[in-house]
């Protein structure tokens, strides 16, 4: 029971934050909506059994990404409110209509499973520990794990690339001293 | 009264239905790509409902996959949008129309 309080209180939290990021004219309340949605969602694996997501949850989105965009967002202008005067005729109508259709779509696709879905969660009792999770990543999935150390060195490298180039080629690096 | 995984697939239905609204409604690239996340987050927690569900930890491994993808992909969208304000002093999708003929 006290199960079922918890996860009523933090889906409102997550539904509430969403909602503000989908609203706010400010990103900064965007980005912080969606911080409230995110950190509700580690509090549901956590709800799961999956207490290393739930940890690599906070630390990574909540703590790194949500950090990487509230930079982004302080370096390129904060107290810049959008104007929502649409140069596309229709394009807000079209975008609503076809946002509900398709919120109605996955979930009368998925209504039935949910609700007729298996009774209560399986008999094997699951815990996402570190070892638990290591014991699968290290063993059947090693070579996709290290794929992902590619995928994250040439994300790296694409981005100095992004900040180094400009339109007219490498932009002159300072060695803070005022010599290029 | 229990907890099932289908709690937990509804409101992840309706949180990735809130984000591909806020993909088709906002102009703001920033907020686009915040709403991309919570989309990805969505679908993460219908993983570990499954893994749950099933009683296999397969789901809590793929959701580690998508976890390291997504910071890949914040990192390289976030370089791609100053990159594009230091051009343009804009972050408003509307602006950017470089390659209309």
Same mark, same amino acid.
């Given at each position: 029971?006290?199960?079922?309080?918890?996860?009523?209180?933090?889906?409102?939290?997550?539904?509430?934050?969403?909602? *503000?990021?989908?609203?706010? !004219?400010?990103? *900064? $309340?965007?980005?912080?909506?969606?911080?409230?949605?995110?950190?509700? &969602?580690?509090?549901?694996?956590?709800?799961?059994?999956?207490?290393? *997501?739930?940890?690599? #949850?906070?630390?990574? $989105?909540?703590?790194?990404?949500?950090?990487?965009?509230?930079?982004?967002?302080?370096? &390129?202008?904060?107290? !810049?409110?959008?104007?929502?005067?649409? !140069?596309?005729?229709?394009?807000?109508?079209?975008?609503?209509?076809?946002?509900?259709?398709?919120?109605?779509?996955?979930?009368?696709?998925?209504?039935?499973?949910?609700?007729?879905?298996?009774?209560?969660?399986?008999?094997?009792?699951?815990?996402?520990? &570190?070892?638990?999770?290591?014991?699968?990543?290290?063993?059947?999935?090693?070579?996709?794990?290290?794929?992902?150390?590619?995928?994250?060195?040439?994300?790296?490298?694409?981005?100095?690339?992004?900040?180094? $180039?400009?339109?007219?080629?490498?932009?002159?690096?300072?060695?803070?001293?005022?010599?290029? | 009264?229990?907890?099932?995984?289908?709690?937990?697939?509804?409101?992840?239905? =309706?949180?990735?239905?809130?984000?591909?609204?806020?993909?088709?409604?906002?102009?703001?690239?920033?907020?686009?790509?915040?709403?991309?996340?919570?989309?990805?987050?969505?679908?993460?927690?219908?993983?570990?409902?499954?893994?749950?569900?099933?009683? #296999?930890?397969?789901?809590?491994?793929?959701?580690?996959?998508?976890?390291?993808?997504?910071?890949?992909?914040?990192?390289?969208?976030?370089?791609?949008?100053?990159?594009?304000?230091?051009?343009?002093?804009?972050?408003? =999708?509307?602006?950017?129309?470089?390659?209309?003929?």
């Amino acid at each position: 029971m006290a199960e079922v309080v918890v996860f009523v209180v933090f889906a409102f939290a997550a539904l509430a934050g969403a909602f *503000v990021m989908l609203l706010a !004219r400010n990103p *900064v $309340y965007s980005a912080i909506g969606l911080l409230t949605t995110m950190f509700s &969602i580690a509090v549901f694996y956590v709800l799961l059994d999956a207490h290393f *997501v739930a940890a690599i #949850q906070v630390i990574i $989105y909540t703590g790194a990404v949500m950090t990487l965009f509230m930079f982004v967002i302080m370096m &390129i202008g904060v107290d !810049r409110d959008e104007d929502t005067s649409e !140069r596309i005729p229709y394009q807000r109508p079209i975008g609503i209509v076809l946002a509900v259709g398709f919120a109605a779509v996955i979930v009368a696709a998925g209504s039935g499973a949910w609700v007729t879905g298996s009774a209560s969660f399986a008999t094997p009792d699951l815990n996402g520990t &570190i070892e638990a999770v290591a014991d699968e990543l290290f063993g059947t999935w090693t070579i996709p794990f290290l794929g992902t150390v590619f995928l994250l060195t040439i994300a790296a490298l694409g981005t100095i690339a992004l900040a180094r $180039y400009g339109p007219t080629g490498p932009r002159p690096i300072d060695d803070g001293e005022g010599r290029t | 009264m229990t907890l099932t995984a289908g709690w937990f697939m509804g409101l992840a239905a =309706v949180l990735f239905a809130l984000g591909g609204a806020g993909v088709l409604l906002r102009r703001n690239a920033l907020v686009m790509f915040m709403s991309i996340e919570l989309m990805l987050n969505a679908v993460n927690l219908t993983f570990v409902a499954a893994s749950k569900a099933l009683g #296999q930890i397969e789901g809590q491994v793929a959701t580690l996959f998508v976890i390291v993808v997504a910071a890949a992909e914040v990192t390289v969208g976030l370089a791609i949008i100053v990159a594009i304000f230091h051009n343009r002093a804009s972050a408003d =999708v509307d602006e950017f129309a470089e390659l209309k003929g």
